[in-house]
């Protein structure tokens, strides 16, 4: 008899509790691409498309797992690593979880590729103007004034994924709700109807 092998499994939120994995949707880019505002699109056409999916943002994570971390590459890493085992533990509990982070790190990405059972990576890019016109948080025009230091794009280079599963370009010519259907198409995503 042939074994199951948790890669085996199929995600599908009917089957949350019983044992199968969700999927892990890993939202990367630099600041001011858009990752946040595109995820929470993402996750309400998951949820219109009868999934049971969960949202966590960076900032807010930070705020929950980063009392001890400073933002060093070698703390941005720690902290990623966290982000990822977290994502790990609720997917294998059935949901389908959206993280949406810098995490620009070669080593995170080879990490979650080996380890969640089912994994897309979505790389979300800007063009550098936009980048600069979006910043809202001002860290783009501090850290070029050198106020403020350990800016991924400015003086940590970012490690962009080799190989993503989908590249977003979203310099905003384009609605959140329009770019999460596009990438509800390229993901192959289908909609779902009750369980019978």
């Not at 890669?7 to 009917?14: C, E, F, G, I, L």
């Not at 980048?131 to 991924?152: E, H």
Request: aromatic share 6%; net charge negative.
């Amino acid at each position: 008899m042939r074994r199951t092998l948790l890669t085996d499994m199929v995600a599908d939120p009917r089957t949350r509790g019983k044992g199968r994995p969700g999927t892990v949707f890993w939202f990367t880019g630099l600041a001011g691409s858009g990752k946040t505002t595109l995820a929470r699109a993402f996750l309400n056409a998951l949820h219109g498309s009868g999934r049971e999916a969960i949202l966590l943002d960076g900032d807010s994570l930070r705020e929950v797992f980063a009392d001890d971390l400073g933002y060093t590459r070698e703390e941005r890493l720690i902290l990623a690593r966290r982000y990822a085992r977290l994502c790990k533990l609720l997917s294998l509990q059935g949901f389908d979880v959206i993280c949406s982070t810098i995490s620009l790190f070669h080593e995170v990405h080879d990490w979650n590729r080996a380890n969640f059972p089912a994994y897309r990576e979505i790389l979300v890019s800007a063009h550098r103007d936009v980048l600069l016109q979006r910043d809202q948080k001002g860290l783009y025009s501090q850290a070029t004034s050198g106020l403020v230091s350990n800016i991924v794009g400015v003086d940590l280079t970012p490690e962009l994924p080799l190989e993503p599963d989908v590249v977003l370009d979203n310099s905003g010519s384009e609605s959140p709700d329009a770019v999460a259907q596009v990438l509800m198409t390229r993901l192959n995503i289908e909609p779902i109807g009750d369980p019978t």
